[in-house]
Every structure is written in C-alpha cells, then in structure tokens.
C-alpha cells in the first residue's frame, strides 16, 4: 500500500527559528513530489520536486528531493507568524492521472 | 478568473439523506478529484477524472458517486449519508500530470 509520512507532526517554534519537515514515502509508479501549504482552507502549492538533489527555493522556503532515500525536507529560515500553517506532503503516481497521495501533515506553529 | 469553485461551504445532513456537492473549474483543465481530509490522516483520494466522461475510483470511493459530463464540472454525489461521512471535502483540478493541482475552497459536511 502506497504511503507518505511526514515528521514531525506537529512543531512550536519562535519567530525568526529555521525548522525542518521531513517527508518520506513509499510509493509505487512515483511520478513527482509536491508540497502544500494549508492555512484555514485550501491547500496552497508551494514546490513540485521532480529531480534528485535539485532544491528548488522561493524566499524564505527551500526543499529538496532524495529519489534513493525516498524522502523530502523543506526548510523556512527566519520563521514569521504567518508561516504558521499545515504543511502536507503529497506525491504523484504514474498512471493515476494528477492525483496524490498525501501524508498527514506537520503543523508549524510560530510564537512571537 | 474563479479558479476551482465548491458549493456549498457547509451542509448538514440527517443520516440516510443525498446530496450533491458541486465542483466547478474556469480554468479548462482535463484533470479533476475529489479528496476528503479528516483530522490525523490527512486528505484521502475519493474519486478522479482524467477528461470529460472519464472518472475513476480512488482511495475511499464507497458511498459516493461522480460523473465528468463537461470538463468544467465534477460533482460529487452522497448517496445515502452516514455519520462515516463527515468530513471537509476538496475538490482539485490540474492542467497536466506535471503541474500543481488548484484546490477548492472547501464543503464541511456533517451528518447527524
């Protein structure tokens, strides 16, 4: 059975912190990883990994793809309030049309 | 531009009763899903469609119906409710397997 795990589950930290969420995943057919930021509502994209060892980065955000370890990080340095959110995890399968398997999410929580 | 639209936001439904929640995108994209997210277990594939009168079950199909007879709507049917079934719903759509998916802003369900 296809699965993605996210750790941790759930983080505080204090503004201006860098934290680290990690992604692995066990799934067949994989196609492409992709993250998500999730506030109150919709889950917002934020990076598609395709490639190995390619960090993709934007702002304050960075991840970065392991194809052999079958894991993902993403980074946010100099943490603010309004990172605070779930951050899901989500992967792509070959064959199934765009269509994820998603982890349960870290929540990241940010004190002034 | 609207991007992917779900109507209604809430809804509550005695035990036994259908409904259909509404998906609607203006974006002309071939790929659409239904996800349901419960608390701990992040979102969980429901049924998809790769193009107009195409659709597919995916992870926890039981319970619920779809059809794709245009490529801007996807709804999805409850055919009789059950307390199993509360839950918020997201629709999502994509252009293409190598791109992000748009999310809907939405429907929390609750059957009593």
């Known amino acids: 059975e296809d699965k993605v795990v996210q750790s941790p589950l759930s983080l505080v930290v204090h503004e201006g912190d860098t934290v680290t969420l990690n992604c692995s995943y066990e799934v067949t057919n994989f196609r492409s990883l992709l993250w998500y930021k999730q506030e109150k509502k919709a889950p917002t994209f934020l990076f598609m990994l395709?490639?190995?060892?390619i960090e993709k980065k934007s702002g304050r955000l960075s991840s970065i793809l392991d194809k052999k370890e079958l894991f993902s990080i993403l980074n946010i340095t100099a943490t603010q309030t309004g990172d605070s959110a779930v951050y899901l995890c989500a992967v792509v399968r070959r064959g199934y049309g765009q269509n994820f398997v998603f982890g349960p999410g870290t929540r990241l929580s940010v004190l002034p | 531009n609207a991007g992917v639209t779900q109507t209604p936001k809430f809804q509550v439904l005695k035990t036994g009763q259908s409904m259909t929640l509404q998906c609607a995108q203006d974006m002309n994209h071939e790929y659409m899903s239904w996800y349901r997210q419960d608390p701990g277990m992040g979102l969980r594939l429901i049924h998809y469609s790769v193009g107009a009168g195409i659709t597919d079950q995916g992870e926890v199909p039981n319970g619920y119906n779809v059809s794709r007879s245009t490529t801007e709507d996807f709804p999805l049917r409850l055919l009789s409710a059950a307390p199993s079934q509360t839950s918020v719903y997201f629709c999502?759509?994509?252009?293409?397997?190598?791109?992000?998916?748009?999310f809907g802003q939405g429907t929390r369900l609750t059957v009593v």
């Open positions: 395709t490639s190995s060892g």
């Open positions: 999502a759509s994509s252009s293409s397997v190598n791109t992000e998916a748009f």
